[in-house]
């Protein structure tokens, strides 16, 4: 699975909007872009994930560059209770194992 | 409807007892996965069961760590002779069977909170 960098931590004030980057530069062409957040003292939570069209629920929207190489999850209007650690993960579907594999992730603080 | 149960919820031993971790998982769902979190290493993926096909036991990090479902549904993570490396949270997570090319959303318990002393 390609490897995923993202920035250690973030601040966003409550009520705006708080947009994740992940840089995936050796994603290949079957890897999907999924994201998860982990609040605290709680299990990751699924968030959204997408191949290369842009996507949208009712937790954020999935935008993925052209090339693939990026991506940035947007939190529309960021909330007290969004504050986490926020996972970009890129990996294939219906492999042998469908195991998800954590990097570092981003810290998102939201402040009041 | 219930979601994925872990008990206990904290576990303090001594290094060199054995240690049982319990994992509920979402009624019906035939996949289950450990992972744990520790503070040195992150989240990292421990074992995983999909139906009767054999377990993938590739990220136990030693013959200590062994896991077993039973019936396809709860599952127990032991590690014997505990040490302190071994202190993390512990958590577990459910998904329902999918296929080739497909995939399916993983729930994830609250998680196990070991301590190793």
């Known amino acids: 699975d390609a490897k995923t960098t993202q920035p250690t931590s973030m601040d966003c004030a409550e009520g705006r909007a708080a947009n994740l980057p992940c840089n995936h530069s050796t994603i290949s062409g079957n890897e999907y872009v999924y994201w998860y957040r982990q609040i605290h003292s709680q299990g990751p939570q699924y968030i959204i994930h997408g191949l290369k069209n842009n996507e949208t629920n009712e937790m954020a929207s999935l935008i993925i560059t052209e090339d693939r190489k990026s991506s940035t999850l947007i939190l529309p209007h960021a909330t007290l209770r969004d504050t986490a650690v926020y996972y970009c993960i890129v990996r294939t579907h219906g492999g042998a194992t469908n195991k998800l594999i954590f990097g570092t992730g981003t810290l998102l603080a939201v402040q009041p | 409807g219930a979601g994925v149960s872990q008990s206990p919820s904290n576990k303090v031993t001594e290094k060199g007892k054995d240690v049982e971790l319990r994992c509920d998982p979402i009624s019906g769902h035939t996949a289950l996965y450990w992972y744990r979190q520790s503070l040195g290493q992150g989240l990292e993926f421990l074992i995983y069961?999909?139906?009767?096909?054999?377990?993938?036991k590739s990220g136990l990090p030693s013959d200590r760590f062994s896991a077993e479902r039973t019936g396809g549904s709860v599952s127990t993570l032991t590690i014997q002779r505990t040490q302190q490396e071994d202190s993390a949270v512990y958590l577990c997570?459910?998904?329902?069977?999918?296929?080739?090319?497909?995939?399916?959303?993983?729930?994830f318990g609250p998680g196990t909170r070991l301590t190793v002393l």
């Open positions: 069961f999909q139906g009767n096909s054999a377990p993938d």
């Open positions: 997570a459910s998904s329902s069977s999918y296929g080739r090319g497909q995939w399916a959303e993983q729930f």
